[in-house]
């Protein structure tokens, strides 16, 4: 059974930097897309960033420049390296996985077949 658990969020100021972590177990396929997504009250479930197996990425518009998203395969760990941060990136952050071999991945919400609960990122101005 795949599990992904999330950690390393918080309170941060406006322009304040953050590092989210997500830690997975239980593929029976090592080739997959990870992503990172997040979800702000009332809001829908948006994108954020995705990577593949042999780490080409993307981001959403809305980060890109801001968040690094990587991964440490030998520890099963995919990262979110968030700096510059601002009021709207609050909301609760979660990793997701796809299985299967994609040359490129995107943070696109109904593709992922597993998900964390969750971290939240609180960006106070």
């Known amino acids: 059974q795949v599990q992904l658990v999330e950690s390393g969020g918080g309170s941060v100021q406006s322009g304040g930097s953050l590092t989210l972590s997500c830690t997975s177990s239980?593929?029976?396929?090592?080739?997959?897309?990870m992503g990172w997504f997040r979800q702000a009250p009332g809001k829908e479930r948006e994108g954020v960033a995705a990577i593949t197996d042999n780490g080409n990425t993307s981001y959403s518009n809305s980060v890109k420049g801001r968040f690094t998203i990587s991964q440490d395969n030998a520890k099963n760990t995919l990262y979110l390296q968030m700096t510059s941060l601002k009021p709207e990136d609050t909301a609760m952050y979660y990793c997701?996985?796809?299985?299967?071999?994609?040359?490129?991945?995107?943070?696109?919400?109904?593709?992922?077949?597993?998900w964390g609960q969750g971290t939240q990122v609180t960006v106070s101005s």
């Open positions: 997701a996985a796809r299985e299967g071999a994609y040359p490129w991945c995107y943070p696109i919400p109904h593709a992922y077949d597993y």
């Open positions: 239980g593929y029976s396929d090592s080739s997959n897309c």
